[in-house]
T-cell receptor, first 114, second 114 residues
Framework: KAGVTQTPRYLIKTRGQQVTLSCSPI?????VSWYQQTPGQGLQFLFEYFSETQRNKGNFPGRFSGRQFSNSRSEMNVSTLELGDSALYLC?????????????FGPGTRLTVL | AQKVTQAQTEISVVEKEDVTLDCVYETRDTTYYLFWYKQPPSGELVFLIRRNSFDEQNEISGRYSWNFQKSTSSFNFTITASQVVDSAVYFC???????????FGPGTSLSVIP
């Protein structure tokens, strides 16, 4: 069974640009969560999608958005990039709800904002 | 509000020593779930264990064991006879039944020295 895949693996952008990250969950998984990981803030929850609906959102500005498609693939978008957005963005999928199911994580997308 | 504390930022042990990673959580719910994840240097988080709030049985899996104590709101993780491959960052996480999101602790970086 293929794991969670994330593309691209590495990105370099400049301030003010926007970026789209992609995540393909494990086949059959309907829940996709996104996390931002930085040395200073650790792992922070961004949002979670289930059956194309955003069910939960973390404390991030509106520049961070996401969506999920009918095949459960998910994208997240960050507009007007800031230096502080440099981070490892992790996607995780689970079979149903994430609150009691284990999550399977992808390798992450390393975003560098210059 | 949910909160997870991992007071040990970094731990170094010599191979074959036992090591315990501490996790203290805060929640107002009576139904909640606790998790441990491992993030090796490669970066991909790996699920280790899930425990629900109604199951205080300790668990042992090979060299790994977990001690869940509701009275002290702790869910500690012990590695017996540590090995170099155990070197990683270990995250404790908490989720309540609702909202459906997982809150991660700051992580403990474990270095096992040969």
């Amino acid at each position: 069974k293929a794991g969670v895949t994330q593309t691209p693996r590495y990105l370099i952008k400049t301030r003010g640009q926007q970026v789209t990250l992609s995540c393909s969950p494990i086949s059959g998984h309907r829940s996709v969560s996104w996390y931002q990981q930085t040395p200073g803030q650790g792992l922070q929850f961004l949002f979670e999608y289930f059956s194309e609906t955003q069910r939960n959102k973390g404390n991030f500005p509106g520049r961070f958005s996401g969506r999920q498609f009918s095949n459960s693939r998910s994208e997240m978008n960050v507009s007007t990039l800031e230096l502080g957005d440099s981070a490892l963005y992790l996607c995780a999928s689970s079979f149903l709800v994430t609150s009691y199911n284990e999550q399977f994580f992808g390798p992450g997308t390393r975003l560098t904002v210059l | 509000a949910q909160k997870v504390t991992q007071a040990q930022t970094e731990i170094s042990v010599v191979e074959k020593e036992d090591v315990t990673l501490d996790c203290v959580y805060e929640t107002r719910d009576t139904t909640y779930y606790l998790f441990w994840y491992k993030q090796p240097p490669s970066g991909e988080l790996v699920f280790l264990i899930r425990r629900n709030s109604f199951d205080e049985q300790n668990e042992i899996s090979g060299r790994y064991s977990w001690n869940f104590q509701k009275s002290t709101s702790s869910f500690n993780f012990t590695i017996t006879a540590s090995q170099v491959v155990d070197s990683a960052v270990y995250f404790c996480a908490l989720s309540e039944a609702w909202p459906d999101k997982v809150i991660f602790g700051p992580g403990t970086s474990l270095s096992v020295i040969p």
